[in-house]
């Protein structure tokens, strides 16, 4: 059984800044990928950044010199430090992480929401 915890979601005005944590617990040797996506109603889900156990990352475009994602592999947990926020980054996000050997392999969070007023 592998839990994921999020935190670090909230309110904050346009051009602030929010740091998310995802911090997975359970029987777990290694996680591949770590990742954080979102989604607003309507809208499909999508890949905000992700980070490999070797510490390659991949983000999206509308995201990329403002978000950071890092992980700790010893404490299973990941982070998106958001910065410069802007409206249109308003929407729940979702940590995903990646674990060999199971299947399925992917587990989500429960999702942490994120508002930035304009």
């Known amino acids: 059984q592998v839990r994921l915890v999020e935190s670090g979601g909230g309110l904050v005005q346009a051009g602030g800044s929010l740091r998310l944590s995802c911090a997975a617990s359970g029987t777990i040797f290694s996680i591949n990928v770590m990742g954080w996506y979102r989604q607003t109603p309507g809208k499909q889900r999508e890949l905000v950044a992700t980070?490999?156990?070797?510490?390659?990352?991949n983000y999206a475009d509308s995201v990329k010199g403002r978000f950071a994602i890092s992980r700790d592999n010893a404490k299973n947990t990941v982070y998106l430090q958001m910065n410069s926020l802007k409206p249109e980054d308003t929407a729940v996000y979702y940590c995903?992480?990646?674990?060999?050997?199971?299947?399925?392999?992917?587990?989500w969070g429960q999702g942490t929401q994120v508002t930035v007023s304009s």
């Open positions: 995903k992480v990646t674990i060999p050997g199971r299947w399925p392999p992917d587990y």
């Open positions: 980070i490999t156990h070797g510490g390659s990352t």
